[in-house]
């Protein structure tokens, strides 16, 4: 992995290994889904932004009651459940987009360990979730409290919205204001 001093000093944007010029600004969409709604959500986002994607995966899967279950107590305990190595380094990235589903509140425990590990490493945060009734605002700030700076942007998606088209003009306008056109 690279280090936080691999970054241009004039904007803060990711620098080749060899020390040339600064490359166009890199976003990476870092996110977990366990039923799919926010897998859905991360792909729009990645057209829309031009960016790349990480999805989070458990080595132990979340399936039937048990794994709701599990869900929850991870989730209420505020645990940090072990996820499997990250595909992509978020140091070669400029804009770290994190998502997930609302679990109880706050943010799905895959997503916690995530944002521990790395959301302290990325210049810039943007935070989107799926919820099916409520909570946003408390996984906003325990992102917030890993990343150690407050987010670019953040979207809410309630499962009314997802079905629907209607999600597609919040989703551009979040899109807009975590990424604008590069410099």
């Not at 039923?35 to 829309?48: F, P, Q, S």
């Not at 009651?65 to 990250?86: C, F, K, Q, S, Y």
């Not at 409520?134 to 150690?148: H, N, P, S, V, Y």
């Amino acid at each position: 992995m690279r280090s936080p001093a691999d970054r241009c000093a004039k904007c803060g944007c990711a620098t080749p290994d060899d020390g040339g010029s600064a490359m166009a600004r890199r976003t990476l969409i870092a996110y977990y889904s366990m039923t799919g709604n926010t897998r859905k959500i991360a792909d729009e986002l990645r057209t829309a932004m031009g960016a790349d994607c990480e999805e989070i995966h458990e080595p132990r899967a979340r399936r039937g009651v048990g794994g709701v279950l599990r869900a929850m107590v991870d989730t209420l305990a505020r645990r940090e459940p072990p996820i499997e190595p990250v595909q992509r380094d978020p140091l070669d990235y400029d804009l770290l987009v994190l998502g997930g589903p609302v679990w109880a509140g706050r943010i799905a425990a895959p997503m916690r360990t995530y944002a521990h590990r790395y959301g302290a490493l990325a210049p810039e945060v943007a935070f989107f979730c799926t919820e099916g009734g409520r909570g946003a605002e408390g996984a906003f700030a325990e992102l917030e409290e890993f990343c150690r700076h407050a987010p670019k942007a953040t979207l809410v998606l309630d499962a009314e919205h997802m079905e629907a088209s209607a999600h597609r003009d919040s989703l551009q306008r979040f899109a807009a204001t975590a990424h604008p056109a590069a410099h």
